[in-house]
């Protein structure tokens, strides 16, 4: 007799609903894949007419309260899939303190939580492949397939909203609020698009794939997080001019003690495997000291994507093959330390409106000089307003804090009409 394991849902939106479609179309081959007959026992839905309408599950199996999966007896996998941070988490705790394993795509609770649920599990599986990268298997790769190597950097496209609105910026010539538009309209971007254009989203998968790499732990508040909302058309032309694209990145990389985690605008050189990524898909590179780097590539969000990794997670956790949830089953390296903010060292580019008369450059020079920054090189263009021009400036390598306070020192400059804007250039 084929051996059931009984499914309890919590959130039938996009992905729940493609969970519950893919393991009923998929059946005969994610049975004969697990060695399981997977029994979606009940499912908790904000609109039980609505859900039942849907077609995708007996009527009798849809319920309102979230504490009738929980405290069922019979249910052995709680599938988390409704979002935020302190309920999910509550939901998460109670799941797994009623010796339930746990399957959980909520990378904002991870970003936060994920140390507490790992404490609190012991030995239960608790499966979150889904949280990074959609139906990219970046979360298993690191903990397990490159489980032998020092991780020396990953580089990230972890957003697919704010990739195609840099996207359509870079090869269409669109200004920002256009692009957002449209991802709007396309079903890419939400009618509240914060966490995916001031890069939270790809903050809080950073710091997932960040603790199983490193093992470090680390909050959001902890790291670099920028957005893409200042992002020009000006920026992107002098990205094609001079042979890079633009993309909000995330990065870890290991420096002898020290991690640097940070998400931000980046100009990339456009041969680079990473900016090749466009549109509204998802791109990780992992350079480990054995393998070398190796990339993965996919769609970043979308039910069938991000259902393909929760069954995904359901298949380990029947085939009692999971390992320990953060990658380490104990501490590994104590001295890594979180590297400051102020003391990362790139180089910039800085786009300035400034007066189109003489004297201007020089005034701007000798305070990029007096902070220790060297010009690799400089275009100026005709700005639209008359007597006004725009400047574009590439830095030589220099330190955050820096370049941070030239740029405060310019902007109280009476020739400088906007506040001066900063993109890191990141070597790969």
């Known amino acids: 007799m084929v051996r059931k394991i009984y499914i309890g849902i919590i959130g039938v939106g996009v992905v729940g609903s493609s969970v519950i479609r893919i393991l009923k179309q998929n059946q005969d081959l994610i ?23 849907l077609g995708i599950l007996e ?17 052995d996998v709680v599938i988390e899939l409704i979002g935020g941070v302190e309920f999910a988490y509550e939901i998460a705790k109670k799941a797994l303190q009623n010796n339930k394993a746990l399957i959980t795509a909520n990378k904002a609770m991870l970003a ?35 489980a032998s190597n020092h991780i020396q950097a990953i ?10 609105i ?21 079903g890419y971007a939400e009618s509240d698009p914060t966490l995916d254009i001031n890069g939270l989203d790809a903050g809080h998968k950073l710091l997932i794939l960040a603790t ?23 920026d992107m032309e002098f990205a094609r001019e001079f042979g890079y694209t633009i993309k909000l990145l995330g990065i870890a990389k290991s420096d002898n003690n020290e991690l640097e985690l940070r998400v ?17 898909m998802n791109g990780v590179s992992v350079i480990g000291d054995c393998a070398g780097e190796s990339m993965y590539y996919g769609a970043g969000a979308g039910g069938n994507a991000t259902a393909s990794s929760v069954i995904a997670d359901l298949i380990e956790i029947a085939r009692d093959t999971h390992s320990s949830m953060l990658g380490f089953s104990r501490s590994f390296d104590k001295n890594l330390t979180l590297k400051s903010i ?41 700005h639209t307003e008359q007597g006004m021009a725009k400047l574009f400036i590439s830095t030589h390598t220099s330190i955050e804090s820096d370049i941070n306070k030239a740029l405060q020192e310019i902007q109280s400059l009476p020739i400088v009409s906007q506040k001066p804007y900063k993109i890191r250039i990141q070597d790969l």
């Open 342 to 382: 102020e003391k990362i060292r790139s180089r910039y580019y800085i786009r300035l409106y400034t007066q189109d008369k003489p004297g201007v450059l020089s005034q701007i020079t000798q305070i990029l000089g007096d902070n220790n920054i060297s010009i690799q090189a400089l275009l100026q263009k005709e």
């Open 59 to 75: 009527a009798d199996k849809f319920h309102t309260d979230i504490d009738s999966i929980l405290n069922d007896k019979d249910i």
């Open 31 to 53: 049975g004969a894949r697990a060695g399981v007959e997977f029994v979606i026992k009940k499912a908790v839905v904000r609109d039980i007419p609505k859900a039942q309408k």
């Open 264 to 280: 931000h605008p980046s100009l990339i050189l456009k041969d680079c495997m990473i900016s090749k990524v466009g549109g509204v």
């Open 166 to 186: 840099l996207t359509q910026m870079f090869d269409h010539n669109k200004d920002f609020y256009t692009a957002l538009l449209e991802a709007q309209n396309l």
């Open 112 to 146: 936060y939580h994920r140390y507490d649920l790992a404490r609190i599990a012991k030995e239960l599986p608790i499966g979150f492949e889904a949280s990074v990268g959609g139906g990219i298997p970046i979360v298993r790769t690191l903990r397990d397939c490159l």
């Open 212 to 234: 199983l790499a490193y093992g470090i732990n680390a909050l959001p508040e902890d790291i670099l997080i920028e957005g893409i909302s200042d992002i020009t058309p000006d």
């Open 155 to 164: 580089y990230g496209i972890l957003n697919g909203t704010s990739n195609y």
